[in-house]
């Protein structure tokens, strides 16, 4: 089993900043792909930004793309999630989720059903 804790989340004004940090633990060794998703109320569940761990190439949604950067760090097991110029469309409840299964088909990054594991969220709030 892999453990994921999300942390960074808050209260801050539009075209403000924040950092989310997700730090795994336990069946870590062999990780593909991390992500990061959000989910407003009573929306769908929405891809935000992913990263293949050996290598590091990225996918962002268009939402976001220009604003928010995804990176990890592999030797510490944590993923990170730069946000800025933050919109108040922005706000959600933000999850990272990781995947240690190998998955050719269509949505490689943005398929939610393939990832394996979840962080409890974090909440992001963005005022005006």
């Known amino acids: 089993q892999v453990q994921l804790v999300e942390s960074g989340g808050g209260l801050v004004q539009a075209g403000g900043s924040l950092r989310l940090s997700c730090a795994a633990s336990?069946?870590?060794?062999?990780?593909?792909?991390m992500g990061w998703f959000r989910q407003a109320p009573g929306k769908e569940r929405e891809f935000v930004a992913g990263i293949r761990w050996i290598g590091g190439s990225t996918y962002y949604a268009d939402s976001v793309k220009g604003r928010f950067t995804i990176s990890r760090d592999n030797a510490k097991n944590t993923l990170y999630l730069q946000m800025n110029s933050l919109k108040p469309e922005d706000t959600a409840v933000y999850y990272c989720a990781s995947r240690n299964t190998a998955y050719t088909g269509s949505g490689y990054y943005t398929d939610d059903a393939r990832y394996n594991y979840w962080g409890q969220g974090t909440q992001v709030t963005v005022s005006s």
């Open positions: 336990g069946r870590t060794i062999g990780t593909i792909v």
